[in-house]
């Protein structure tokens, strides 16, 4: 199956410092399809680019909340 890549951007709730940067930037790229994942802690966001066929946006969510921050709409 040939990739499919996509980019997205999220806003996350809960980073305080740099470690939290670093954290979801570590949970995110240990994911199957990521390509890469920058984090910055103001405004808050992370831009994915992924491989669609292997990982999903609900799928970068999920792990990102399972490290323990927030997804915000």
Known sequence: M?????????????????????????????VAGVHSATVTLNPGTAR???????????ELETKIEEAGYDIKP
């Open 2 to 30: 040939k990739a499919i890549e996509e980019t997205i951007e999220l806003k996350i709730e809960g980073m305080s410092c740099g470690g939290c940067t670093a954290a979801v930037t570590r949970v995110l790229e240990a």
């Open 48 to 58: 994915i680019v992924f491989d669609a066929t292997q990982t999903s946006r609900a």
